[in-house]
T-cell receptor, first 113, second 111 residues
Framework: GNSVTQMEGPVTLSEEAFLTINCTYT??????LFWYVQYPGEGLQLLLK?????DKGSNKGFEATYRKETTSFHLEKGSVQVSDSAVYFC????????????FGAGTQVVVTP | GAGVSQSPRYKVAKRGQDVALRCDPI?????LFWYQQALGQGPEFLTY????????KSGLPSDRFFAERPEGSVSTLKIQRTQQEDSAVYLC?????????FGSGTRLTVV
């Protein structure tokens, strides 16, 4: 079956540091890939997505590229802010699953001033 | 409404008690999903509705869990005879043509 593996947290960074959160997946066919973010006390929000190989999703300074050869979708941001402190979830949706999402365990990111 | 609304926001249940969790999706959203998120984990799929039809309930962990969406709008997730392992945040999401919106969830604590 489908699965998503992402790096464990917490990841603690200083403001303006570079952030990478690794995500790899196992899936049949060609899934769509997502990054969701959960700020403290709030619901899950879509951060970015990519629907086919070599697509790059981007939003709010975050980027992730759909790499089919390495089955990866790593999240990056060049200069983090304190407001980026949150839990980040990598997820996939299989082509035949009507949008059902398979999530990774989440990575907590803490950005200090 | 503007977003997906879930109620109650918090629920404490004694072990063995039945609970009902409500989800008000965005008006017009055909698809509705329920997920269970245990502490420190990612959400796990429970069930999926397309309008009033429950097309996938493969994620429901036991026959104590039951979901309905009788008129294709509001949905209720019912858990009978709650147990401690049911403690989690229950998330509802609605979708129209693939764009998901999640509610803030109901945090269920079974004591």
């Amino acid at each position: 079956g489908n699965s998503v593996t992402q790096m464990e947290g917490p990841v603690t960074l200083s403001e303006e540091a570079f952030l990478t959160i690794n995500c790899t997946y196992t899936a049949t066919g060609y899934p769509s890939l997502f990054w969701y973010v959960q700020y403290p006390g709030e619901g899950l929000q879509l951060l970015l997505k990519a629907t086919k190989a070599d697509d790059k999703g981007s939003n709010k300074g975050f980027e992730a590229t759909y790499r089919k050869e390495t089955t990866s979708f790593h999240l990056e941001k060049g200069s983090v802010q304190v407001s980026d402190s949150a839990v980040y979830f990598c997820a996939l949706s299989g082509p035949d699953s009507w949008g059902k999402l398979q999530f990774g365990a989440g990575t907590q990111v803490v950005v200090t001033p | 409404g503007a977003g997906v609304s879930q109620s109650p926001r918090y629920k404490v249940a004694k072990r063995g008690q039945d609970v009902a969790l409500r989800c008000d999706p965005i008006s017009g959203h055909v698809s509705l999903f329920w997920y269970q998120q245990a502490l420190g984990q990612g959400p796990e799929f429970l069930t999926y509705f397309q309008n009033e039809a429950q097309l996938d309930k493969s994620g429901l962990p036991s026959d104590r869990f039951f979901a309905e969406r009788p008129e294709g709008s509001v949905s209720t997730l019912k858990i009978q005879r709650t147990q401690q392992e049911d403690s989690a945040v229950y998330l509802c999401a609605s979708s129209l043509r693939g764009g998901y919106t999640f509610g803030s969830g109901t945090r269920l604590t079974v004591v």
